[in-house]
T-cell receptor, first 115, second 115 residues
């Protein structure tokens, strides 16, 4: 069963606007972590933001914030004031507690920022 | 700061040939992973290691073997390459795998084509 779902294969956003990339996850483990990675066209994987299952507040890192809705098992990435350099693939990922191998990725969303 | 280094960056093989991908990390991380990335499927775990001398199977291990003779190195082998193994391969590492906030550090990837 798919543990991480990203329903938007591709998204477009106008430069300077905000955009939300969707991510839903499936786990029965009460302890888990959620991650977002960015993969620009150059191919490297860049860590953006982390949210723990027990964190009370939504994570923020500069222009990135994570809209964490635990009951809905949703961890959407919000990018404010989009820039041309934000055009990339974005992957949502989850690590479940206690098991090193359980770091699973979603299929990704390709974001294109329009000038 | 080298981080995680993968070699080679590109390789073309003929069906049936063998090759080894090398991953080296200089962060003293215990856990190392090999993923493959295919369009629309995100990153899928091939094999992982929780420490020197240990290896374990991930989600898609068939056709691959791994070895971790030294803590800093994790080798991925293809004994008899098949066109289905055409993919981008990523090595990653983390300090441990038991905490949910342990992010993965990635190498730059290897583009492998099997003809």
């Amino acid at each position: 069963a798919q543990k991480i779902t990203q329903t938007q294969p591709g998204m477009f956003v106008q430069e300077k606007e905000a955009v939300t990339l969707d991510c839903t996850y499936d786990t029965s483990d009460p302890s888990y972590g959620l991650f977002w990675y960015k993969q620009p066209s150059s191919g490297e994987m860049i860590f953006l933001i982390y949210q723990g299952s027990y964190d009370q507040q939504n994570a923020t890192e500069g222009r990135y914030s994570l809209n964490f809705q635990k009951a809905r098992k949703s961890a959407n990435l919000v990018i404010s004031a989009s820039q041309l350099g934000d055009s990339a693939m974005y992957f949502c990922a989850m690590r479940e507690g206690g098991y090193g191998q359980n770091f699973v990725f979603g299929p990704g969303t390709r974001l294109s920022v329009l000038p | 700061n080298a981080g995680v280094t993968q070699t080679p960056k590109f390789r073309v093989l003929k069906t049936g040939q063998s090759m080894t991908l090398l991953c080296a990390q200089d962060m003293n991380h215990e856990y190392m992973y090999w993923y493959r990335q295919d369009p629309g499927m995100g990153l899928r775990l091939i094999h992982y290691s929780v420490g020197e001398g240990t290896t374990a199977k991930g989600e898609v291990p068939d056709g691959y073997n791994v070895s971790r003779l030294k803590k800093q190195n994790f080798l991925l082998g293809l004994e008899s390459a098949a066109p289905s193994q055409t993919s981008v391969y990523f090595c990653a590492s983390s300090y441990s795998g038991t905490a949910t906030n342990e992010k993965l550090f990635f190498g730059s990837g290897t583009q492998l084509s099997v003809l």
